[in-house]
């Protein structure tokens, strides 16, 4: 993991062992460094100064930004454990990804759903971007705490969350139906998010409860997926709030 910022969300996280943290030789000191100093020190992780060159060699970025985590890999979040409620009883709250690619996006997207609060990801297992060092440094962190399933079919497993109960909104821009007019309160729900310019897939569209889209004004058909998804998202929340 590379990046200032996310390898201090890795250390603050606790969620999986870093076994190590590299941070170039040459770096300018900075309050995030001294940071990132501290929390490994208290945390017992291994400190190493190297050569630039070495750092960046071993960094998967351009922009490893002088300072490299070497953690184990994220586990794998079980699907049939996100179909239930939390302990507190607030119900699943899911965000499902059909065929997203873009590393920048999948990264913008986790972030955007730590923030609003959704208990876990489904991404299908193939034709679609997993978790990457690129992913990690933009989610700033997120990756770490949010947990994600990896799914054969999103099809299938649409029908499965609805047999579970919950409530699937796709979120397509050939939608009549408006996103702001979504009928929801505080079910459970999952949130689809189609690829980058084709959308949601002929298949998972219709196994979806109901499919909205985001009003546009303008000659421009639809925006980004992350910020489509981070628009759902806080829709989502503030009808369930």
Known sequence: ME????????????VRRTHEVWIAEDLDPS??????VNLATELRVPIR?????????????????GVLGRAAEIPEADL????????????????????????GN?????????????????LPRHRSVHVTPTVTKAAAGAVEHVPMALVGG?????????????WVVGLDSEADRSLFDLPLAGEAVCL?????????????????????SI???GHLGSLNVSVSGALGCYEVVRRRA
């Open 106 to 122: 999948l990264g913008a997207l986790l972030r955007t759903a730590y923030c609003a609060g959704v208990s876990g990801v489904l």
């Open 3 to 14: 990046g200032r910022q996310a390898v201090r969300e890795l250390l603050l996280a606790g």
């Open 31 to 36: 309050e995030i460094i001294d940071d990132i």
């Open 192 to 212: 689809v998010l189609g690829a980058e310019g084709r959308g949601l897939s002929r298949l998972v569209r219709q196994r979806c409860d109901l499919v909205v």
């Open 215 to 217: 009003p546009m004004r």
């Open 154 to 166: 999103l099809a299938s497993s649409i029908s499965q969350l609805r047999d579970a109960g919950i």
């Open 49 to 65: 100064k190297v050569s630039r060159r070495r750092l960046d060699d071993a960094s998967t970025t351009e922009a490893a930004q």
């Open 80 to 103: 049939a454990a996100l179909l239930r409620p939390d302990p507190d009883g607030t119900a699943p709250f899911l965000l499902a990804l059909d065929g997203v690619t873009d590393p």
